[in-house]
């Protein structure tokens, strides 16, 4: 039997320290929690999820650089790097499956200096706003554009 596609998981700095930040406006979850409820949700799917987080901006562009052809899709919350990396939007450009970004917070309804992503330059759909869920839906949608 085929082997289920891999779908990248992505998360950027300060998003391990969920669960202890800044509640009100990022839910109680932790990462480890976002972290299992994919796992169980791509297994619905018929998706291996392979879940990571860095504090490093470098890593997080070479994790990008190594998977473009070993998954079957992305989705990525690069958290503050969201605001200022053209170095992830670079790297993101040059990644051939579909990519989704997620936000647990709604970015629009916060500081001004969050109301832009260069990330939305290279993805393909994004979700912000509905906290945790956002991963799943965006599973839910790789699902769908990859089958
Ligand atoms: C975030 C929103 C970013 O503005 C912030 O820097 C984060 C988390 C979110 O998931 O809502 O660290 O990406």
């Excluded at 970015?107 to 109301?115: L, V, W």
């Amino acid at each position: 039997m085929a082997e289920n596609p891999v779908i990248l998981i992505l998360n950027g700095p300060n998003l391990n320290m969920l669960g202890q930040r800044e509640p009100e406006i990022y839910g109680s979850q932790t990462l480890a929690d976002i972290e299992a409820a994919c796992i169980d949700q791509g297994k619905k799917l018929g998706l291996a999820v392979d879940f990571r987080q860095s504090n490093l901006e470098g890593e997080l562009v070479t994790w990008v650089q190594e998977n473009s052809n070993q998954v079957a899709g992305l989705i990525i919350n690069s958290a503050a790097y969201t605001h200022t990396s053209v170095a992830i939007l670079d790297s993101l450009l040059n990644f051939s499956p579909p990519v989704i970004e997620v936000h647990l917070s709604n970015i629009f309804k916060r500081e001004t200096f969050r109301h832009h992503s260069y990330i939305s330059g290279a993805a393909d759909g994004v979700i912000c706003g509905l906290g945790a869920k956002g991963y799943l839906l965006a599973l839910d949608a790789l699902a769908d554009m990859i089958d």
